[in-house]
């Protein structure tokens, strides 16, 4: 559409050149028929040839400009187009005036400025062109004839006011355009983010009558046989990991049916999961609002850290620390326990990719959003997992 509209602007632009530029010859030719090339009439020829050649430059510029526009993606044209008309109706209006034949270009010139002039100034030269081909009229008459000057001088006055109320009525309708483009993609959005919540609406339940509901009954069935004295090692190993796989599943529905608490900042979720597992909590750096997307993953990591902590480190103390840096969001969780078992010497790295199905999951969440995760762990004196992403807001406010 926007293309379309184009092509007809630059075909009625073609239109209004061509036709200065045939008007400019005809009217030569009808004065130069009549007239001697000599005095006034050497005047009009100087100032016909600078009318002519100001417009061409005009024009010439205006499609070159029209080209560097278009390849950068704007919508505007140089002054160079603006100044060359200027320059043509300076020449034209004491020629409209000394040789009233030149007065029929005054149609092409009123729709030329007003091409590239706005407000008040394009009135201004309207008026002076109308006054121009009206006092042209009225000295050829000698003033005899008040028809011959009245006429063009109110048509000119019309159309100036018909021109600038469809001026008006265009940049009303380009600001509606524009305010419902961008309602378009305000309600794009908005189907987007109900699209994502029926999905996750539907996962949770999906999960509830399979996983969650067949868990509970092994696990019923477990502690039944406990009651009956059928006990041993395995199945008491059994149950409890049933027993933490019903609550972390039934922990991963409520994620999915509502995944972070609304109005909730992201230092007060994490302080709340740390105190829940009684851990120490820290803010480092100024406190500012993040998106929904990056709360909820350093959330998830911030959970399936400590739960590591509390189940496989045999950690004294335990402490998450959120840090806001410049573009990034970090947090960390270290602890005192007995390492990973992959750190057999005094320092390690831990590759984030070789570990277990927690920490694959925790890398996943951090690099699906530009992040870095990293396990460090020393043999016998603990294990720090730190995760950082970027903030894009962030970064979008400084550039």
Not at 33 to 62: D, K, T
Not at 125 to 131: G, L
Request: hydrophobic content about 50%; charged content about 20%.
């Amino acid at each position: 559409m926007e293309a379309s509209r184009r092509q007809r602007l630059s075909a009625m632009d073609r239109v209004v050149d061509i036709g200065f530029a045939i008007l400019l010859v005809v009217c030569g030719m009808r004065y130069f028929s009549r007239h001697p090339l000599e005095g006034v009439g050497f005047a009009a020829l100087i100032l016909a040839i600078g009318a002519g050649v100001s417009y061409a430059i005009a024009v010439i510029g205006r499609r070159s400009l029209d080209s560097a526009a278009h390849a950068a993606g704007l919508d505007a044209v140089g002054s160079r187009q603006a100044i060359g008309l200027l320059i043509a109706t300076g020449f034209w209006l004491p020629l409209a005036v000394l040789a009233p034949s030149f007065g029929w270009c005054g149609f092409a010139l009123f729709f030329a400025v007003h091409r590239v002039i706005r407000g008040r100034l394009a009135i201004i030269i309207s008026a002076a062109i109308v006054v121009a081909v009206s006092v042209g009229l009225f000295l050829m008459s000698n003033g005899d004839d008040l028809g011959l000057v009245l006429g063009p001088f109110f048509g000119g006055v019309v159309l100036t006011y018909a021109y600038t109320a469809l001026d008006r009525a265009l940049d009303a309708q380009r600001t509606l355009i524009a305010e419902l483009v961008d309602t378009r993609e305000q309600l794009a959005r908005s189907e987007r983010d109900a699209g994502a919540l029926a999905e996750r609406e539907r996962v949770a339940s999906e999960l509830h009558d399979t996983v969650v509901q067949r868990t509970a009954t092994a696990l019923l069935m477990l502690e039944s046989d406990d009651l009956r004295g059928e006990q041993s090692t395995a199945v008491g190993k059994a149950r409890e990991a049933l027993r933490d796989g019903l609550v972390q599943t039934r922990q991963l529905l409520h994620g999915l049916a509502d995944p972070r608490e609304s109005g909730v900042s992201l230092a007060i979720a994490l302080q709340a999961q740390a105190r829940a597992a009684g851990a120490e909590f820290v803010v480092v750096g100024d406190e500012r609002a993040v998106s929904d997307t990056i709360s909820h993953a350093l959330q998830r990591v911030v959970q399936e850290a400590l739960v590591n902590a509390h189940k496989h480190a045999q950690a004294t103390w335990t402490r998450v620390t959120l840090t806001f840096f410049d573009s990034e969001i970090g947090v960390d969780v270290a602890d005192d326990g007995i390492g990973l078992a992959a750190a057999a010497h005094d320092s390690t790295m831990i590759d984030s990719g070789s570990g277990g199905f927690g920490i694959r999951a925790m890398t996943w969440r951090v690099e699906n959003l530009g992040g870095m995760l990293t396990v460090e762990s020393y043999a016998g004196e603990g294990t720090t997992v730190s995760a950082i992403v970027p903030d894009a807001a962030q970064e979008e406010s400084r550039s």
